[in-house]
């Protein structure tokens, strides 16, 4: 019988992306991919030759399909179920219309195409995140590299990433034809151009393309398990871009809209894409566990599409009675049933195919995923038909309040007890954050327990606690007043800062995370304990926790932020609102870690230099609260003009008051800090003097000096010595026959802590001297034991997430930099006068096409009134396209400062 064979990592591997070798026995085919027989893969032929076959190729019956046969019906119809369905929904929920005379149209080319490359780019995206994160998290590894199977996935996800990038591209000339009403054919580059970099949806659609074209280069530039997590996080990452744009961009809560599509869309990708890479490789002899760890992944999905989509769906409808009576409602309920689908193949997984692979059978597994398959492409079609259909909730365009377009809600009233805590603003972002955050704590602390392990009660108060004001600040009222009053973004900034880092840091999360994950049995299999230790000791994570570095990010960023333009922008956005208020807590909570964490992983710095960090960050916070209070200059004027409510105080008034907030906040939390510190600091006295008591104790059972006693008889036999050399050369006398001072001995000569005693006092025993090494060498394993118990015992930061969040806030920042341009406001509002008179132009265009439809007036009315708004939404987008004109209109125009106080007259 022959052995199984485990790939080692090869040296070619890494330089020139090459396979791992592939085992040539007959035994272990099932565990290597079916790779096509090439000059460069000559482990095809031993494979075959190893089988039995003549001519170098394995005996099959002549029926029998391939594998490769089998994955390209299952793509086919796939594809088909997707292309059926979508060319139902865009018929069902009126996306495919005549075109209106008078009106511009782009033709049937990008009518038909444009949600057919909707289509393939959602298709390509979400194959591509599952083929990276199978291979980066299901697989095992091979040591430090990816297993075969792994390396074929990477391969196949570089593939799919540089079609996904293509298609993306096409995207956005459909896209500017759609918006245009210009045929593909006769667009002009600057038109496309300027889409692509002066528009959100065409920015979007841009760096999707870019994180697409990344992707396709990193899978294939090694086979390293580092590379392959990377390339599972752009994947990711490029999925998100286009969920900021659309119908949930612009609806009317938008917060809650944005934050629903982008958790559902990544949900989905991670679901889908996932299942379609283990049909990929289901010929591995890991199957079994891959599938296990699978499971768990797709039921946090399902969960997680399900209450996404609901809340999604809810803010787009407006009323339920819309599900029956609105064509989009009808669409919305095929989704719904798509999902119920999903969710009993999911359980008949769980029930029958689990415990099937784990005794061998794998036929149960493949045909219920295939067909698992098949349904979601055709929830994907449903997908594109949604996106491109109207909605229910119509807003006019000619009485839109601007306020509400730019804040996503009604200007709030004069603020209350009442309506701070009341009124909620749900971000499902932080909900979601903070949903997981406490179920997976409580998990912890639950599996703890039933091990018969005590968790304190204070920390898990602690962690709560933590969570419970993180998401009250940032979904209550509050977050209302946080949009519209700097001194109300203020203190949300102070308790997110400060109290909320404090909390969690003392719920020790990455402690009782290392203590409750469980160690895979597979040791070649990474899992999130694994992780985690490796997040641990990362350059990344050594580097964000050095004190220096934590100090510079907390107190830094409070004049890089609000002393620049930068706060502006980063209000506009609803992405960069979110990043803002995510940065605020990862700095505090990184800089708390290393002040007062007890988590492992921080590094060990005297208590001294913590005081010392501790005040400097209370001096740099002082310090910018004085300054913005005596600054006369406006912080983010164009955004608080535009949203300043008629009940408000002045805007330097409330600037003023939101400086003392952040001025006189933080002296509560940081005398705390304080406190803590100093006990701290005189607890770790206690335990060296106990220590030393120890080994003072130990030393005189065994009637021998401990350390400290022999250090002092060392001292006491130098220094006689010295006195008595010192007399006998007083007593000598000189060259000249007078006594004199003896010369200055160097500095190598004098006795060193090392000298060892004189030979009088030297233990004339072996066996105590041998003794006596034993208790100093047991000493000083105490006290390196002591010192690093809890590095050993506990885990450090998780920081993955973080990074990750930290890289997609850094790139969507980056995004709404290059797209924000300041303009003269006066200048600004002529071009907006005169996009809005080609608006009502075009509102009215639409009205007499109306009236010529005397036959079915009202079905007509009902079909183009969101096609109107749509269009005049268009032409305002279309004003975004010539900056460079209002830039020039702002140089020819006499304009105020636009960091005046007094708003410019409309």
């Known amino acids: 019988m022959n052995r199984p064979h485990r790939p080692t990592p090869d040296p070619a591997v890494d330089r020139f992306g090459t396979p791992p070798t592939l085992p040539a026995t007959d035994t272990e085919v099932s565990d290597v991919p079916d790779i096509v027989s090439s000059p460069t893969h000559p482990h095809r032929s031993d494979r075959a030759a190893a089988a039995g076959a003549p001519g170098g190729r394995p005996s099959a019956p002549a029926a029998r399909i391939r594998p490769a046969g089998r994955d390209a019906l299952l793509a086919a119809a796939a594809l088909a179920s997707a292309v059926a369905v979508l060319l139902l929904g865009l018929r069902a929920g009126d996306a495919l219309v005549a075109a209106i005379p008078g009106l511009p149209d782009p033709g049937p080319v990008t009518a038909w195409g444009l949600p057919a490359v909707r289509l393939l780019v959602d298709g390509l995206a979400t194959v591509t995140v599952g083929l990276a994160v199978t291979a980066a998290f299901l697989l095992p590894g091979d040591g430090p590299s990816v297993s075969p199977y792994g390396w074929l996935l990477l391969r196949r996800a570089g593939l799919a990433a540089a079609a996904w990038a293509v298609t993306a591209l096409v995207l956005i000339v459909l896209t500017v034809s759609d918006v245009l009403g210009v045929s593909a054919g006769r667009l002009g580059a600057a038109s496309v151009v300027s889409f692509a970099t002066a528009i959100s949806q065409g920015q979007a659609l841009l760096l999707q393309a870019g994180l ?51 958790l559902h869309v990544v949900a989905a990708a991670l679901w889908v894409g996932a299942l379609v890479a283990l049909l990929m490789v289901r010929r591995s002899r890991h199957l079994a566990d891959a599938v296990s760890r699978y499971s768990r992944l797709a039921l946090g999905c399902f969960v997680a599409v399900a209450v996404s989509g609901t809340v999604n769906a809810a803010v787009r409808l407006g009323d339920a009675e819309e599900l029956w009576r609105s064509r989009y409602g009808w669409l919305v309920l095929g989704k719904l049933a798509a999902l119920v689908v999903l969710g009993a193949v999911g359980a008949a997984h769980r029930a029958r195919t689990l415990p099937a692979l784990r005794s061998g059978r794998r036929g149960g597994f493949a045909r219920l995923a295939a067909g698992e398959v098949v349904v979601f492409a055709a929830a994907l079609g449903l997908a594109v038909a949604l996106s491109r259909s109207p909605t229910p909730v119509a807003v006019d365009p000619l009485d839109a309040d601007p306020v509400t377009e730019l804040l996503g809600f009604p200007l709030p009233a004069a603020p209350t007890p009442g309506r701070l805590l009341g009124q909620p603003l749900p971000d499902l972002f932080v909900l979601s954050a903070v949903a997981v955050g406490a179920a997976g704590y409580l998990a912890g602390v639950g599996r703890l327990r039933r ?81 985690l ?318 009236k010529m439809a005397d036959d079915q007036r009202g079905e007509v009315v009902r079909r183009y009134t969101s096609d109107a708004h749509d269009a005049l939404d268009t032409v305002l987008n279309l004003a975004r396209l010539v900056p460079d004109v209002a830039n020039g209109l702002a140089d020819r125009l006499t304009s105020p400062d636009p960091r005046d106080p007094t708003p410019p007259t409309r």
């Not at 899978?219 to 744009?245: D, I, M, Q, Y």
């Not at 961009?249 to 809209?257: E, F, S, T």
């Not at 010295?722 to 007078?738: E, H, K, S």
């Open 451 to 531: 091990g018969g392990h005590r968790w304190p009660v204070a920390r898990t108060a602690s962690w709560l606690g933590g969570l419970a004001v993180l998401a009250a600040v940032t979904n209550l009222g509050v977050a209302r007043y946080a949009y519209v009053l700097f001194s109300a973004h203020m203190a949300q900034h102070m308790v997110l800062s400060m109290l909320v880092p404090i909390l969690l840091v003392g719920g020790a999360p990455v402690t009782l995370a290392l203590r409750a994950l469980r160690r895979p049995a597979d040791p070649d299999v990474r899992g999130a304990r694994e992780w």
């Open 533 to 850: 230790l490796l997040a641990l000791h990362s350059r990344p994570a050594r580097l964000l926790t050095h004190p220096l570095v934590a100090l510079g990010s907390y107190a830094g960023s409070l004049f890089a932020l609000y002393f620049s333009d930068l706060f502006g922008a980063l209000m506009r956005t609803h992405v960069g609102h979110l990043a803002m208020l995510v940065h605020f807590v990862v700095a505090g909570y990184l800089l708390f870690w290393v002040l007062i964490g007890v988590d492992p992983g921080r590094p060990r710095v005297p208590y001294p230099i913590l005081m010392l960090i501790h005040l400097a960050a209370m001096m740099a916070h002082g310090f910018f609260g004085l300054v913005l209070m005596q600054s006369t200059t406006l912080i983010a004027p164009d955004w608080y003009l535009a949203v300043h409510p008629a009940w408000a105080s002045a805007l330097l008034a409330d600037q003023q008051l939101g400086a003392g907030i952040a001025w006189a906040f933080g002296e509560i939390p940081a005398a705390a800090v304080m406190v803590v510190l100093v006990r701290r600091w005189v607890r770790a006295d206690q335990r060296e003097q106990a220590r030393l008591d120890r080994a003072a104790d130990r030393a005189e059972a065994t009637g021998e000096a401990d350390d400290l006693a022999r250090y002092n008889a060392f001292l006491a036999a130098a220094s006689h010595a010295d006195r008595d050399g010192l007399a006998d050369r007083r007593c000598r006398p000189t060259p000249g026959g007078q006594p004199g001072r003896p010369p200055t001995r160097p500095i190598a000569e004098s006795h060193h802590l090392d000298t060892p005693l004189p030979a009088a006092r030297r233990p004339a025993n072996a066996a105590v001297m041998q003794n006596d090494e034993r208790v100093r060498r047991d000493e000083r394993f105490d006290k390196v034991a002591e010192e690093t118990s809890e590095t050993v015992t506990h885990a450090a930061t998780v920081l993955e997430e973080e990074l990750a969040a930290g890289m997609a806030s850094a790139r969507r920042l980056e995004e709404k930099l290059s797209a924000d341009r300041r303009v003269d406001p006066d200048a600004f509002d002529e071009l907006v006068t005169r996009v809005r008179t080609d608006g009502h132009a075009l509102i009215d265009t639409v009205v007499a096409q109306l």
């Open 212 to 262: 697409a074209l990344a992707v396709a280069v990193l899978a294939r530039v090694g086979v390293s398990r580092g590379l392959a997590v990377a390339v599972a996080l752009v994947a990711v990452v490029a999925v998100v871009p286009p969920a900021f744009t659309g119908h949930a961009a612009g609806a009317g809560n938008h917060q809650i809209a944005v934050s629903s599509l982008v």
